[in-house]
Antibody, heavy 125, light 110 residues
């Protein structure tokens, strides 16, 4: 069965960086994009960006350009999201989610079909 | 990219139907049939309920249905059940090759 398992909760000081991991299993890691979505307490979902594990190509929401980096290690089927220059407003649960994207046989599939369990990142002095 | 607009809350009695709207622009909802809906009970990760406007993944009850007209998509829950109480979010792919989520709707079963 498809699973995305994320790393544990983090507490960081303002100005620091955080790196969250997302380990995939139950499918071919390089066949689906990994996206990152965050949710502040009591707030809605906010899309941060995507990464293609096969090519390493990425695309980030304009809001996070220059502060976010999405990478992967294909040998262990794990994706990473690093956010730098943290501020209190970055306190949120961060989710990874799988997206098929473009399939040469079946066309475009732009929806998040499996999600990780979420990682709480708290930014506090 | 502004969030898609959803009503903050909707409610209904068990067995009734409720509909949640999701209004975007010609650059997102109106551009493609790539609208999806997610259910999020408190303290849990979102779960895919509808994809590509009106398709249900395996295991999602057929009480859940989706549609779209112009720049507005809708999710209807027929035969409302207590277990349907949750937050619901729409999402759309955009002409900028990004994704945008809705503001979220809390569904309450009376």
């Amino acid at each position: 069965q498809v699973q995305l398992v994320q790393s544990g909760a983090e507490v960081k000081k303002p100005g620091a960086s955080v790196k969250v991991s997302c380990k995939a299993s139950g499918y071919t890691f390089t066949s689906y994009d990994i996206n990152w979505v965050r949710q502040a307490t009591g707030q809605g979902l906010e899309w941060m960006g995507w990464m293609n594990p096969n090519s390493g190509n990425t695309g980030y929401a304009q809001k996070f350009q220059g502060r976010v980096t999405m990478t992967r290690n294909t040998s262990i089927s794990t994706a990473y999201m690093e956010l730098s220059s943290l501020r209190s407003e970055d306190t949120a649960v961060y989710y990874c989610a799988r997206v098929k994207g473009y399939d040469i046989l079946t066309g475009y599939h732009n929806y998040f079909d499996y999600w990780g369990q979420g990682t709480l990142v708290t930014v506090s002095s | 990219q502004s969030a898609l607009t959803q009503p903050p809350s909707v409610s209904g009695s068990p067995g009734q139907s409720v509909t949640i709207s999701c209004t975007g622009t010609s650059s997102d909802v109106g551009s493609y049939n790539r609208v999806s809906w997610y259910q999020q009970p408190p303290g849990t990760a979102p779960k895919l309920m509808i994809y590509e406007v009106s398709n249900r993944p395996s295991g999602v009850p057929d009480r859940f249905s989706g549609s779209k007209s112009g720049n507005t998509a809708s999710l209807t829950i027929s035969g409302l059940q207590a277990e349907d109480e949750a937050d619901y979010y729409c999402s759309s792919y955009t002409s900028s090759s990004t994704y945008v989520f809705g503001t979220g709707t809390k569904v309450t079963v009376l």
